[in-house]
């Protein structure tokens, strides 16, 4: 995909890497050390619908793609509002932490960033391709086996850090 530069607006993947590398670092462990995470969508009557996903993190945007016509592009194309939430993984050690991440996802129509990720990426065709624009990060993660931490981050804000006993 290189050779391509497109973005949505300054919320995006490359943004918060930009402004907090460290905690972009580990979200992106997070989300590489598993194939598949969890996306909340919006369905038609407003309620949330989960469902599975596979994510990339490719040339400073965080893609999601997804077969055709599937339930979560159909919410995804009537309400762009999402949250992802990593896979941790089997048990209960939740090495780096619990991550998640809100935005808006917009389809991708331009044939040719759908050409330059399919030939990175491999998808099954015909596909959905979404960018994403960022509203929040979140890890939370266990600290000295005594503190639960939480870190969050919106555009424009440096992390926040909350600790509780």
């Known amino acids: 995909m290189s050779g391509i530069h497109v973005r949505l607006g300054s919320m995006n993947w490359a943004v918060f890497t930009t402004t907090e590398p460290e905690l972009a670092e580990t979200v992106e462990e997070r989300f590489r050390a598993f194939t598949h995470h969890t996306l909340a969508t919006l369905r038609k009557d407003g309620s ?43 048990g209960t050690d939740m090495g780096g932490g619990d991550v998640r991440v809100s935005g808006r996802a917009y389809e991708v129509e331009d044939a040719a960033v759908k050409a330059a990720y399919a030939e990175e ?45």
Do not use: C, I
């Not at 919106?154 to 850090?161: A, S």
């Open 48 to 90: 949330p619908r989960t469902t599975g996903l596979e994510v990339r993190f490719l040339n400073g945007e965080l893609w999601l793609a997804m077969m055709p016509d599937s339930l979560k592009a159909r919410d995804l194309l009537r309400d762009p509002r999402f949250a992802l939430q990593a896979n941790h993984g089997p």
């Open 121 to 165: 990426v491999e998808p099954p065709e015909p596909f959905h391709l979404f960018r994403t624009e960022l509203t929040e990060v979140v890890r939370t993660f266990v600290e000295d086996e005594k503190y639960l931490v939480v870190q969050v981050w919106t555009p424009g804000e440096q992390v926040r850090t909350l600790k509780r006993t």
